[in-house]
């Protein structure tokens, strides 16, 4: 078996098996991942010629799509959707699928960081409120000596601003792009708009910018160890609750179907 250590990773995982195996929770597809292997197969599609997208699922998302047939579709074609959020890493478990583990949009994030400094691909950081995404840049390239940083643009994920902001990103060289306008929206705008920007991958990352740039805090890491993190984000955000109450109906959906 041809087993390789992971890019700045310490798990071995095996890369003769290519694309990773899919599965679907409450109809959404989701590939059955730990760490190591997203990131082997992100390394792999940045060596492919073409655009790819990566999503970070979580029940948020699964919950979404379950009226949006639409984004259901995107992330059916997307070339990786990992397991973000424990809610899914669960349902995964339920069905017997053993070998995920969460693989959070931000981890991913900073390691593709780490991978894209050693093999010099520029990114770009797109999204957040004036002055994050700035403040992003400056702190990985703290992080990263050698990661290159295109650029980065405020901006809003809608028609209008979508060709300056594709030329702006084409105009960069990035072949690698992290979009943080929130979920539909970022991942939609990746769909739509990737290929005219010209970057290889592409990610939408949520609040990530918010975290690297410490505008807010992460949970700390004995809450994300105990799965508590969307706990941590209801107490410093109140507003959550609002899209955190799917939540309920996604383990009760879980529980009966999975
Ligand atoms: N955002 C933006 N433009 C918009 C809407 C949102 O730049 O029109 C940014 C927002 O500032 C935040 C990110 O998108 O940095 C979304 O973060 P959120 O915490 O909602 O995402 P989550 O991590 O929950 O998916």
């Not at 579709?73 to 990786?80: M, P």
Request: positive net charge; glycine residues 8%; proline residues 4%.
């Amino acid at each position: 078996m041809d087993r390789i250590r992971a890019e700045s990773s310490q798990q071995l995982v095996d890369m003769s098996a290519g694309k990773p195996s899919s599965a679907a929770v409450l109809g959404v597809r989701v590939d059955c991942v730990i760490m190591g292997q997203a990131l082997n197969h992100c390394a792999q599609l940045l060596d492919t010629a073409g655009h790819h997208q990566v999503v970070t699922l979580n029940p948020e998302f699964v919950m979404h799509a379950q009226q949006d047939t639409q984004f259901r579709e995107l992330v059916r074609e997307a070339s990786l959707v990992v397991p973000d959020g424990s809610g899914i890493v669960w349902a995964l478990r339920r069905q017997g699928n053993a070998d995920v583990e969460r693989v959070t949009g931000i981890d991913l994030m900073l390691q593709l960081c780490a991978l894209a400094a050693r093999r010099q691909v520029a990114i770009f950081l797109l999204g957040a409120a004036p002055g994050v995404a700035a403040q992003t840049a400056a702190v990985l390239q703290q992080q990263y000596p050698k990661l290159i940083v295109a650029g980065t643009a405020v901006g809003a994920p809608d028609a209008v601003q979508a060709p300056a902001l594709c030329a702006q990103i084409r105009d960069s060289g990035a072949g690698l792009l992290f979009v943080a306008f929130g979920c539909p929206a970022q991942d939609f705008w990746i769909q739509q708009h990737q290929r005219e920007s010209g970057a290889c991958l592409a990610m939408g990352v949520g609040g990530s910018f918010d975290y690297i740039s410490g505008k807010v805090a992460r949970a700390p890491r004995r809450m994300q160890q105990m799965n508590l993190e969307w706990f941590y984000r209801l107490l410093r955000q109140p507003w959550r609750w609002r899209r955190q109450r799917v939540l309920i109906s996604y383990l009760w959906r879980v529980l009966r179907e999975h």
